[in-house]
């Protein structure tokens, strides 16, 4: 260890240096907090949600999970909690618990739980409605248990599993 990096170690009153372009996360966060603001203040609180709930659908659509365990809910459990995350399979309720890991902040890179109105939550509904969906075949029902965003030291998610299956794409 060079002496500049003993000093700056010895030193931790100093603020953990910032990436150089680390502003413009900070710009992102708070120009899509108001992009949200205004959205739900322009088209009501319904359409608001839909629209995020189709974001998080269009967000998960990439997740690689999906591709590797098509129909093998047990398999996509074991590599997510790999991850970090807590997911409980009860069959007979037909149920999903999804447990995040305790954090500070929202998962996503573009909120700030300050900032972003409570609503953005519902982007993460559309994500495990389009996991869960597309990873079985049949209809699911999400519902946010807590957020880290509305408060919680985590994000839970119960997901309802119907019979209802959906038209082959």
């Not at 992009?35 to 998080?56: I, M, T």
């Not at 890991?101 to 700030?112: A, H, K, N, V």
Request: include cysteine; charge should be positive; charged fraction near 25%.
């Amino acid at each position: 260890m060079g002496s500049a990096s003993k000093l700056a170690a010895a030193d931790s009153s100093q603020p953990a240096p910032q990436p150089p372009d680390a502003w413009r996360i900070k710009f992102a966060q708070d120009r899509y907090a108001k992009l949200l603001e205004l959205l739900g203040a322009q088209v009501g609180a319904e359409a608001s949600s839909r629209l995020l709930q189709s974001l998080g659908g269009y967000c998960a659509s990439g997740l690689p999970h999906l591709a590797r365990h098509p129909g093998d809910l047990e398999g996509f459990i074991k590599d997510f909690a790999e991850a970090g995350d807590k997911i409980t399979y009860d069959p007979e309720k037909k149920t999903v618990l999804i447990e995040g890991s305790p954090r500070e902040e929202c998962f996503c890179p573009l909120i700030d739980k300050h900032k972003a109105p409570k609503t953005v939550c519902d982007c993460s509904l559309g994500w495990q409605r389009h996991i869960y969906q597309t990873l079985l075949g049949r209809k699911v029902n999400v519902e946010l248990v807590e957020s880290v965003v509305r408060g919680g030291k985590r994000c839970v998610f119960k997901v309802q599993i119907t019979d209802e299956k959906l038209p082959a794409a």
